[in-house]
């Protein structure tokens, strides 16, 4: 086992399993996935520290924790097309491609989406499918879709994205102002949305034509 490998395994343990994330695809998505990957190297010795961690364009890798808390919360059985919004490292990219059937992800900023499309490409995965465009639109194209992640936060969910959304579909998203947010999950029943709120979160900005003006 490498060093990276240990640190991995206690960041499971001691950030995600104790904090109550018991779904077994996700502890096992997060158990495989080699973070450091979606790293710059002059933050790797903080790989699987309990915190974001920034990449380029002034963004951030999501903490370990929000990402299984998100995964988790998805809901998933494995059968389901997955759309993203923010790439952003292609962390949570990975994590959902090891779960589900299909991933779409979208990602703004072109240096993101490039590094994130090597990165995924090395990987080898074959059910990622990415876009560089403002993802408030979703993928209309592409679309329904059974879930919907959006993780960046916006004061709205964008209405193409409910549009998007299977029936009986779900959809979570940082819903606040620009310093702090709480996780929404949004179930698609009847064609309308029923609301949970998970509680306080820190995203950077959905910054698009539905989302938050530049
Ligand atoms: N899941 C990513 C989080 C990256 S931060 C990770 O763990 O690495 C959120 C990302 O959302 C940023 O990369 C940002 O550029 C992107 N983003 C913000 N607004 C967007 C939009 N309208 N469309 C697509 N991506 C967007």
Redo the contacts with the bound molecule.
């Keep these: 086992m490498n060093d990276f490998e240990k640190l991995r395994r206690q960041m499971v343990e001691t950030q995600i399993i104790t904090r109550g994330i018991s779904d077994k695809k996700v502890i096992d998505a997060m158990l495989k996935i080699p973070r450091e990957k ?1 790293i710059e190297k002059k933050f790797y010795n903080e790989t699987y520290n309990d915190h974001p961690l920034p ?1 380029e ?1 002034g ?4 903490q370990p924790y929000i ?1 299984a808390l998100m995964t988790e919360l998805l809901n998933l059985t494995g059968d389901e097309k997955v759309l993203e ?8 990219t990975a994590i959902l491609a090891e779960i589900v059937k299909e991933v779409y992800s ?4 072109s240096i ?1 989406f490039n590094k994130a499309r090597k990165t995924l490409g090395e990987l080898g995965y074959k059910n990622i499918f990415l876009f560089n ?4 639109e979703g993928l209309k194209e592409h679309s329904p879709f059974d879930r919907i992640i959006v ?2 936060a916006s004061d709205k969910i964008p209405q193409p994205l409910v549009e998007q959304l299977k029936e009986n579909g779900k959809l979570i998203i940082p819903i606040g102002d620009r310093f702090s947010q709480n996780l929404i999950v949004a179930d698609k029943i009847k064609g309308k949305l029923e609301i949970k709120n998970y509680g306080g979160v820190t ?6 034509k539905y ?1 938050v003006s530049e």
């Design positions: 979606f990449i364009e963004q951030t890798i999501s990402v919004i923010g790439t952003g490292s292609g962390y949570q979208v990602e703004r900023y993101l465009l403002d993802g408030t993780t960046a995203f950077v900005t959905l910054i698009g989302g």
